[in-house]
Nanobody
């Protein structure tokens, strides 16, 4: 059974930081591209950051470049999203995604991030 479990969300003031984690089980983690998506109320889900299998490359949405960093620890089957200089517009539910082989596509349950003073 595949499970992706996100953690680390919460309430933070503008300019603050959070680190999200996504622990995977039931998959050969290292071969999966891992991504973080987010969905704000009334908006479509959008890609925030992606790290390819074995950590070969990363890419980011323009809105988070130079503020967010995605990383992975294949020994721990975990992907991280370090979020710095948070803004109110970063408020959303953040989802972890695992994707491989054009057909293996899994989602976590999401974790809420709220940026507000």
């Amino acid at each position: 059974q595949v499970q992706l479990v996100e953690s680390g969300g919460g309430l933070v003031q503008p300019g603050g930081s959070l680190r999200l984690s996504c622990a995977a089980s039931g998959i050969t983690f290292s071969v999966y591209d891992m991504s973080w998506y987010r969905q704000a109320p009334g908006k479509e889900r959008e890609l925030v950051a992606k790290i390819t299998s074995f950590g070969v490359s990363t890419n980011y949405a323009d809105s988070v470049k130079d503020r967010f960093t995605i990383s992975r620890d294949d020994a721990k089957n975990t992907v991280y999203l370090q979020m710095n200089s948070l803004k109110p517009e970063d408020t959303a539910v953040y989802y972890c995604n695992a994707y491989a082989n054009l057909a293996w596509n899994y989602w976590g349950q999401g974790t809420q991030v709220t940026v507000s003073s």
